[in-house]
């Protein structure tokens, strides 16, 4: 979160962040004036307990001068004090406590350079790479989801059985692919000197509220019925707060750490179009990379961080292009954010390339600057006789499977009807160049979905 401080000197600044961002919820005269009244009772407060000492030094003075009655009314006096303290304090707690709360509401200020904007269709394209030697595909690119039935690898209908809509198993190939490319991400990260991580799934309301899943998006979020814990949104959440209220030295910084976990979002598979497929689900698996650095260092370790996450993609030889990302479609709690998309041929969609097909967003690299480190707690000592302050996160995936598990059966389709492994996967799938899919399997299958 911002600070009390950078609130105060900068109120007009934030309006116009507000502004930029399109928040309209946020009342920030209302936090203001909580501020203005919690300050003028911590000075009345600091001014009755410096009469409350002068009149107890004066107790004394008098008891000792035979003054009874002047000491007895300097006594009331000093338990009338008393009161007005507590009284005082009281109030100036509840107004702490309210004053944080809506600090929470506020989003994260976006750097000088970050685009204006209303929504994604203002983000900015830096780059594109790979459609200059693209591979020769069918005349017509199946979609993954028909694909996937057809092959008997990608089964949305009994997922929906066992979970509901939004979830699917995947079989055969599929399953071994996405196997694949999970062990093929951790390996290219850890050449890039990534620390593996193994996290827990389940994180408390204090680690979401770290990160800023909480109180902004709960409705978004799967909570567990009984219990202060919610499953796992993004590897985000467990490895940031790792070392919540901790205060590393700057001789570990930068920490690079990658996590491999399920991940789960009620908002996913709300989205007309893409609810066929598996392109937005309520389960879904991603590698994340997370980052802790100096506040000097946060600015080309973004830049940095971006690459560690395209080099999966350019492994892969899938096409792809990089957008920086406007105020609007900022999340709440990124200072900047770089977007990672790559080409997936199999669904015309009006905002595609030229060539057809649809972009899928894979990764967002996304720097934090102090804002999670201020909600969670993570800080630094720049030298070891110096104070603590506060770190800078970044994060990064690298990148979301399921997606580019999308982008590789259709962007590898062969006239055929069979999927080319990507080369750099061969070596994890015991060197299979091909995928052909599977016979389904019960009588619900008998003279459907078979190939010649």
């Not at 209220?245 to 789960?264: C, I, R, S």
């Not at 609810?275 to 994340?288: A, D, L, P, W």
């Not at 000097?296 to 892969?316: G, M, N, P, Q, Y």
């Not at 630094?380 to 302050?389: C, F, L, N, Q, V």
Request: hydrophobic share 35%; glycine share 8%; charged share 35%.
């Amino acid at each position: 979160m911002i600070s009390w401080q950078y609130l105060r000197d900068h109120s007009d600044e934030v309006r116009q962040t507000l502004a930029d961002r399109g928040v309209t919820d946020v009342d920030i005269d209302a936090v203001l004036d909580v501020d203005e009244e919690w300050r003028e009772l911590k000075a009345r407060g600091d001014d009755l307990r410096h009469e409350r000492n002068e009149v107890s030094e004066r107790i004394g003075q008098l008891k000792q001068a035979g003054s009874d009655e002047e000491a007895e009314a300097a006594i009331e006096r000093s338990q009338d004090l008393k009161e007005e303290i507590e009284q005082v304090e009281a109030r100036a707690d509840e107004l702490e406590a309210e004053l944080e709360e809506r600090l929470l509401e506020i989003p994260q200020i976006p750097q000088d350079d970050v685009p204006v904007g209303e929504d994604e269709s203002d983000n900015v394209e830096v780059r594109r790479w790979g459609f200059d030697d693209r591979r020769d595909l069918p005349a017509n690119v199946e979609p993954h989801y028909e694909l996937g039935e057809r092959m008997d690898i990608i089964d949305e209908e009994r997922g929906a059985k066992v979970s509901g809509a939004g979830f699917y198993f995947l079989k055969g190939d599929g399953a071994r692919l996405e196997h694949a490319l999970i062990q093929f991400m951790l390996d290219v990260h850890r050449e890039q000197d990534y620390v593996d991580v193994f996290p827990p799934i389940p994180v408390n309301s204090e680690a979401m509220t770290g990160t800023a899943q909480l109180p902004k998006f709960e409705e978004d979020m799967y909570m567990l019925e009984g219990d202060d814990l919610w499953l796992c949104p993004t590897a985000e959440v467990p490895v940031t707060n790792m070392y919540a209220g901790d205060v590393l030295l700057a001789d570990d910084l930068p920490v690079k750490h990658q996590a491999y976990t399920p991940n789960f979002r009620r908002e996913a598979g709300e989205h007309g179009t893409e609810t066929r497929g598996i392109v937005r689900v309520h389960q879904f698996n991603k590698v994340e990379l997370v980052n802790f650095v100096a506040p000097e260092r946060s600015d080309e370790r973004l830049e940095a961080l971006l690459d560690e996450a395209v080099e999966v993609i350019r492994r892969l030889g899938l096409p792809y292009r990089i957008l920086s990302l406007c105020t609007g479609d900022l999340t709440f709690a990124s200072a900047k954010t770089y977007d990672i998309e790559v080409w997936a041929p199999g669904d015309d969609m009006p905002d595609g390339p030229d060539e057809g097909g649809r972009w899928l967003e894979v990764s967002s690299a996304s720097n934090f600057e102090d804002f999670q480190a201020r909600r969670a707690g993570l800080r630094y000592r720049p030298e070891r006789h110096e104070s603590a302050e506060y770190l800078h996160t970044l994060n990064a995936s690298g990148t979301a499977i399921g997606r580019v598990m999308v982008a590789i059966l259709e962007y590898y389709q062969n006239e055929d009807g069979t999927v080319t492994v990507p080369e750099a996967l061969r070596p994890y799938m015991d060197g299979q160049e091909i995928i052909e899919g599977h016979e389904p399997l019960g009588e619900s299958a008998v003279g459907a979905g078979r190939r010649d």
